[in-house]
């Protein structure tokens, strides 16, 4: 996800964080999010990263699918002309090293309505 950057990361740290559940206590889920948002030029280049790291891990066809109809239903412009789409990647690891992704969207959805909405008043 960083272009192939071992760090320094100095703009946005990495987040990690670890969650208890009363059913397991001693069993904790750790996360590490990484903000893709920050060390991308633009959408198009995060979309990149994701994708091939998909076929890396060998997700399946349904997960491709999901990603690819979320970033078309909050697309607002070509992916080329920012990096406000994609925010943060995550990898959580469950006890018995079950892992999972997810891709957090959203914070376009709201720098886009209100440039929409200054440029309107102006």
Same mark, same amino acid.
């Given at each position: 996800?960083?272009?192939?950057?071992?760090?320094? $990361?100095?703009?946005? +740290?990495?987040?990690?964080?670890?969650?208890?559940?009363?059913?397991?206590?001693?069993?904790?889920?750790?996360?590490?999010?990484?903000? !893709?948002?920050?060390?991308?030029?633009?959408?198009?280049?995060?979309?990149?990263?994701?994708?091939? $790291?998909?076929?890396?891990?060998?997700?399946?066809?349904?997960?491709?699918?999901? $990603?690819?109809? !979320? !970033? @078309?239903?909050?697309?607002?412009? +070509?992916?080329?002309?920012? +990096?406000?789409?994609?925010?943060?990647?995550?990898?959580?690891?469950?006890?018995?090293?079950?892992?999972?992704?997810?891709?957090?969207? @959203? +914070?376009?959805?709201?720098?886009?309505?209100?440039?929409?909405?200054?440029?309107?008043?102006?």
């Amino acid at each position: 996800m960083t272009g192939g950057s071992l760090g320094p $990361y100095e703009r946005k +740290p990495l987040l990690s964080c670890f969650a208890f559940t009363s059913q397991a206590p001693d069993q904790p889920v750790g996360t590490v999010h990484f903000p !893709i948002d920050t060390f991308a030029d633009n959408d198009e280049v995060s979309q990149g990263r994701i994708k091939r $790291y998909m076929d890396a891990v060998s997700a399946s066809e349904l997960c491709k699918e999901r $990603y690819k109809r !979320i !970033i @078309s239903g909050v697309q607002r412009r +070509p992916l080329d002309k920012g +990096p406000d789409i994609h925010s943060w990647v995550s990898l959580k690891q469950e006890a018995g090293g079950k892992q999972s992704n997810g891709f957090d969207v @959203s +914070p376009g959805l709201f720098v886009m309505a209100n440039k929409k909405t200054w440029c309107t008043l102006s």
